[in-house]
Nanobody
Framework: QVQLVESGGGLVQAGGSLRLSCEAS???????MGWYRRAPGKQRELVSS???????IYANPVKGRFTISRDNAKNTVYLQMNSLKPEDTAVYYC????????????????WGKGTPVTVSS
């Protein structure tokens, strides 16, 4: 079972930037990988995904501000976050992207501890 370790979060002022990293203990193979976030009092949501060959998808709230990428040789996925807003405050997790019986995206690896991002206004 692949272990995932997220890092790079922190406290930043609105308009600032952060770069998150997710290191996997093993090969991600052909998995589509994603960054998810859980804001206080809200359900976890998928904010961005990247296929093994680099095709990307972004949720509307982060389009034009976040960039997802991956380095398959390093088994690492990144999320560059620019123009951060207070509503981006959340714990960010990475995992692969699968769809459950309800058509909702979810990860099938064990969830890591995530990395917290706090954006002050």
């Amino acid at each position: 079972q692949v272990q995932l370790v997220e890092s790079g979060g922190g406290l930043v002022q609105a308009g600032g930037s952060l770069r998150l990293s997710c290191e996997a203990s093993g090969s991600l193979g052909g998995d589509t990988m994603g960054w998810y976030r859980r804001a206080p009092g809200k359900q976890r949501e998928l904010v961005s995904s990247v296929t093994a060959d680099g095709n990307t998808i972004y949720a509307n709230p982060v389009k034009g501000r976040f960039t997802i990428s991956r380095d398959n040789a390093k088994n690492t996925v990144y999320l560059q976050m620019n123009s951060l807003k207070p509503e981006d405050t959340a714990v960010y997790y990475c995992n692969n992207v699968m769809y459950n019986d309800y058509g909702e995206p979810t990860g099938m690896y064990y969830w890591g501890k995530g990395t917290p991002v706090t954006v002050s206004s």
